[in-house]
């Protein structure tokens, strides 16, 4: 199993992470307990800040997942 590090994160291997967090279809939270040496927390601020620095178009895709994620979270409650 891969484990990734803070350092790949800091660096275009954020791309390989970015990647495989969309093939795995796992939620940000899973996916780094599974894989990463760091926090959720972190990966998606690395997500956010980092990745749009080497590949825009894969940034694009991680901000959607995340949302389809956060939406489906959501619960609506009737008064």
Known sequence: ????????ANSDDIIKIAQHFLDSDLSLRSFANLYCHFSY?????KFLKILPN??????????????????????????
């Open 1 to 8: 199993m891969k484990i990734y590090t803070i350092e790949q």
């Open 41 to 45: 927390i972190t990966l998606r601020d």
């Open 54 to 79: 080497f590949n825009l178009s894969l940034y694009k895709q991680i901000v959607e997942k995340l949302q389809i994620k956060k939406v489906k979270n959501i619960v609506i409650v009737k008064a």
